[in-house]
T-cell receptor, first 113, second 114 residues
Framework: DGGITQSPKYLFRKEGQNVTLSCEQN?????MYWYRQDPGQGLRLIYY???????QKGDIAEGYSVSREKKESFPLTVTSAQKNPTAFYLC????????????FGSGTRLTVV | RKEVEQDPGPFNVPEGATVAFNCTYS??????FFWYRQDCRKEPKLLMS???SGNEDGRFTAQLNRASQYISLLIRDSKLSDSATYLC???????????????FGKGTHLIIQP
């Protein structure tokens, strides 16, 4: 079955460490997105990519980096520059643009210890 | 004015009742509208798209009112399994292009009580 897979489900990071969250899709979708969700808050866009080897900053890109070397993969690195990284991270993909809505992965819950 | 506004609730509704949520938006250039459902500590899942003519899927009906800039979701004969947070979502692209991505409301929390 086609889908979008995020790993790990839970991640613990020490202060000052960089961590990378994985996102893989086999839906043949061109566009992929990273969102962050904090308790009681809406989803906020971190980065998005509409095509391989190209990506754009979203509303809260500071302290994060991404790459899009393959159509299927869009990993997110949370760097030590991100001051408040504890959150629920959601990866999504779409056929192209946003007229059909997005399909989400099951998320990664990152906690700084 | 916030881009997407929803009443956070919670809405406590007895099983079998009808419940309706509204969501207002500020970007008149928005073209695509959706309702997503999100269960506790899970990812959002697309419930239905919202069209100008209104659309129905079983017990769920969605409506779009462009003049007043709101969308609505009606749930009839509510079930215990309908308990969730319902997110109002729309594209945030301006009429002249600009940032891609959907804009998500903070959600309305619904609790169906037996």
């Amino acid at each position: 079955d086609g889908g979008i897979t995020q790993s790990p489900k839970y991640l613990f990071r020490k202060e000052g460490q960089n961590v990378t969250l994985s996102c893989e899709q086999n839906l043949n979708h061109d566009a992929m997105y990273w969102y962050r969700q904090d308790p009681g808050q809406g989803l906020r866009l971190i980065y998005y990519s509409q095509i391989v080897n190209d990506f754009q900053k979203g509303d809260i890109a500071e302290g994060y980096s991404v790459s899009r070397e393959k159509k299927e993969s869009f990993p997110l690195t949370v760097t030590s520059a991100q001051k408040n990284p504890t959150a629920f991270y959601l990866c999504a993909s779409s056929i192209g643009g946003d007229i059909y809505g997005y399909t989400f992965g099951s998320g990664t819950r990152l906690t700084v210890v | 004015r916030k881009e997407v506004e929803q009443d956070p609730g919670p809405f406590n509704v007895p099983e079998g009742a009808t419940v309706a949520f509204n969501c207002t938006y500020s970007n008149s250039a928005s073209q695509s509208f959706f309702w997503y459902r999100q269960d506790c500590r899970k990812e959002p899942k697309l419930l239905m798209s919202v069209y100008s003519s209104g659309n129905e899927d079983g017990r769920f009906t969605a409506q779009l009112n462009r003049a007043s800039q709101y969308i609505s979701l009606l749930i009839r004969d509510s079930k215990l399994s309908d308990s969730a947070t319902y997110l109002c979502v729309m594209n945030s692209r301006t009429s002249g292009g600009g940032a891609d991505g959907l804009t998500f409301g903070k959600g309305t929390h619904l609790i169906i009580q037996p």
